[in-house]
């Protein structure tokens, strides 16, 4: 794994997982290899579903298919989309299925500087992308939701809690 991605994972668990209750329902979306999975398991959550399109989700299959899914309106406490919403325009179906209260913690490119990454990418010092960034977005334009946290990381992510009301 490159540097910069373990250096990226180990941070955001300090910033959006460890501050979690144990026992808060959490849907990941994207959850890829099921890092954040294992981590969650080992540190005792006990509520946890993921789901990718790929690999070897709890749920596979695209998260606004949700109804055809069997996941339910307002299930889940918390959603944590790490690097996702830059992919696909989900923000109507994480608004659904978090319960009033609910938080969204995200991170994802700043639009401006995914230039910067594709460059990191070919230099191997982060992450390969998945698919496209067809659908990048400064998320402090995003009016669904409350704005509790909202940080850039280097001027080249954004870190995002955002809440339902």
Same mark, same amino acid.
């Given at each position: 794994m490159p540097?910069?991605?373990k250096l990226a994972r180990e941070k955001k668990i300090k910033v959006f997982i460890d501050t979690l209750p144990l026992n808060v329902?959490? +849907?990941e979306i994207g959850c890829g290899n099921n890092w +954040?999975?294992?981590?969650?398991c080992t540190k005792g959550y006990?509520?946890?579903t993921g789901i990718d399109i790929n690999g070897e989700p709890d749920i596979k299959g695209d998260i606004n298919e949700w109804e055809k899914l069997g996941l339910k309106k307002e299930q889940f406490d918390h959603i944590i989309a790490f690097e996702v919403v830059e992919h696909d325009d989900i923000w109507d179906s994480c608004f659904a299925l978090l319960k009033k209260g609910g938080t969204l913690r995200l991170t994802t490119p700043v639009p401006s500087a995914d230039w910067v990454l594709k460059i990191m990418e070919f230099l191997r010092l982060n992450q390969k992308r998945t698919s496209p960034h067809s659908h990048l977005t400064d998320v402090r334009k995003n009016h669904l939701f409350n704005h509790l946290f909202y940080k850039r990381i280097w001027g080249l992510s954004q870190w995002a809690i955002l809440q339902k009301p």
């Open positions: 540097y910069l991605s329902s959490i +849907l +954040l999975k294992e981590y969650m006990t509520n946890y």
